[in-house]
């Protein structure tokens, strides 16, 4: 059973930087993708990052593009997510997902590729405030 236990949020200033990660366990790490989710207040939650599962292709939502950055230590099975120059719109609580890809139903787009997410974590709150 896929298990994700997410670490790292807390509170930082507008400009400021947070690591996360994600520790995970109960699926085989390099054949699922590995992504980056967030929720706000009222809104869906939100693929923002992910690193596929084919050939390990990295991809960005266009508003973090150039600020986040997410990474994979397939020793530790885990997958990380640096952010910098984080503002009050970063504000939600991130979630980590392990994607399998699909041809159809419930699914999230990384890359061309399509991937269904039927598990979470609790996930880790990141509040930017000054």
């Known amino acids: 059973q896929v298990h994700l236990v997410e670490s790292g949020g807390g509170l930082v200033q507008p400009g400021g930087s947070l690591r996360l990660s994600c520790a995970t366990s109960g699926f085989t790490f390099d054949k699922y993708a590995l992504s980056w989710f967030r929720q706000a207040p009222g809104k869906e939650r939100e693929i923002i990052s992910c690193?596929?599962?084919?050939?390990?292709?990295?991809y960005y939502q266009d508003s973090v593009k150039g600020r986040f950055t997410i990474s994979r230590d397939d020793a530790k099975n885990t997958v990380y997510l640096q952010m910098s120059s984080l503002s009050p719109g970063d504000t939600a609580v991130y979630y980590c997902g392990a994607g399998q890809e699909v041809e159809g139903g419930s699914y999230y787009y990384c890359g061309p590729l399509k991937y269904e997410y039927d598990d979470w974590g609790q996930g880790t709150q990141v509040t930017v405030s000054s």
């Open positions: 690193i596929s599962s084919r050939d390990r292709g990295i």
